[in-house]
Nanobody
Framework: QVQLVESGGGLVQTGDSLRLSCAAS????????MGWFRQAPGKEPEFVAT????????YYTHSVKGRFTISRDNAKNTVYLQMNSLKPEDTAVYHC???????????????WGQGTQVTVSS
């Protein structure tokens, strides 16, 4: 069992930056690939970024590539999502997730956090 708690969300303006954190407890954090997903009101959950267990492989959805960076610190049991040049369309609840393989598919992830709200005003 892994417990995930996100933090770092908030209300920002277009062009601002935020760094989301996801702290994990429970079983060995480094044994899981990690992902970030987001869900905007009235929309389906959307894959954002994923990172391998060691952190040497990452993958992003096209709309955030070049603006967002996923990273992890296995010593701190934490995964991060650095979000730069934020746009109103980035507004959503952001969830982190842990799974056995690096994946863009939501159902491949086993454990989920409750989410943190990111709101970008125009």
């Amino acid at each position: 069992q892994v417990q995930l708690v996100e933090s770092g969300g908030g209300l920002v303006q277009t062009g601002d930056s935020l760094r989301l954190s996801c702290a994990a407890s429970g079983r060995t954090f480094s044994s899981y690939a990690m992902g970030w997903f987001r869900q905007a009101p009235g929309k389906e959950p959307e894959f954002v970024a994923t990172i391998s267990r060691s952190g040497d492989s990452t993958y992003y959805t096209h709309s955030v590539k070049g603006r967002f960076t996923i990273s992890r610190d296995n010593a701190k049991n934490t995964v991060y999502l650095q979000m730069n040049s934020l746009k109103p369309e980035d507004t959503a609840v952001y969830h982190c997730a842990a799974g056995n393989i690096i994946s863009v598919v939501r159902t491949q992830y086993l454990y989920w956090g409750q989410g943190t709200q990111v709101t970008v005003s125009s």
